[in-house]
């Protein structure tokens, strides 16, 4: 029987904010709410916190969950997550029964049923991954480059301009809840691999903060 480890990363620094993980919102930082949620899921067997700052790993304290600290080499703003799965693989000896889930403290919006269905999906299904998506906010076709002062559309067609009742809906993938087989994962594998199930999430729940206005309207949300 599959047993799931909950897998909260949780990276020191940050561009758009600065120390995001460790914001707060209804005076409890980001990283707490993931590991909260983690805990009174009662589904996992092993909650994982990964970091390259003490000021986060300090956050388990007293919490019973296990700590990862980071090297520099998986902390920078180049390093991809998936080095640090593998990483944790090694160092924790994990075995091929486990799903590996991701909560990653910047999507704080997740709740219990995106969870559960996450969890349901990927073991009946046998699916080699799972991760929520939402509406895209914007087509495709109405984005814009700009390079040197010149304008150019990311994408052309002849509907390009039209209303956008005519646009085909796009998706977008959020980080509410990313699952991993680890039976199917290696190192030559993306996070999001093979036989991928997901679910849809309203975009009121959608919100992956990444900037200071990201971060505002999150408050608001959760105020109410």
């Not at 805990?39 to 296990?66: E, G, M, Q």
């Not at 091929?96 to 299904?125: C, F, G, H, M, Q």
């Amino acid at each position: 029987m599959k047993k799931f480890i909950a897998l909260i990363p949780a990276r020191g620094g940050s561009k758009g904010i600065k120390n995001k993980n460790l914001v707060k919102i209804n005076r409890k930082p980001l990283v707490d709410i993931a590991i909260d949620f983690a805990i009174s899921s009662k589904i996992f067997s092993k909650i994982i916190l990964s970091s390259d700052s003490k000021k986060i790993l300090n956050r388990a304290k007293n919490k019973k969950i296990i700590t990862h600290r980071r090297s520099k080499k998986l902390s920078s703003d180049s390093s991809l997550l998936n080095e640090t799965i593998l990483d944790i693989i090694s160092f924790y000896n994990l075995k091929n029964k486990y799903i590996l889930v991701i909560l990653e403290p910047t999507s704080p919006l997740r709740n219990l049923e995106d969870l559960k269905i996450a969890t349901k999906k990927i073991v009946k299904n046998n699916l080699d991954s799972y991760c929520t998506f939402t509406e895209s906010f914007i087509s495709p076709y109405r984005i814009w480059n700009i390079s040197k002062n010149y304008l150019k559309p990311f994408l052309t067609n002849k509907n390009s301009y039209g209303p956008r009742q005519k646009f085909k809906q796009y998706y977008q993938p959020i980080g509410n809840i990313i699952a991993i087989n680890l039976e199917k994962f290696s190192k030559k594998k993306n996070i999001i691999f093979g036989k991928i199930g997901y679910s849809l999430v309203p975009k009121q729940r959608a919100v992956d903060i990444d900037s200071v206005d990201d971060l505002e309207i999150v408050r608001k949300i959760m105020r109410k």
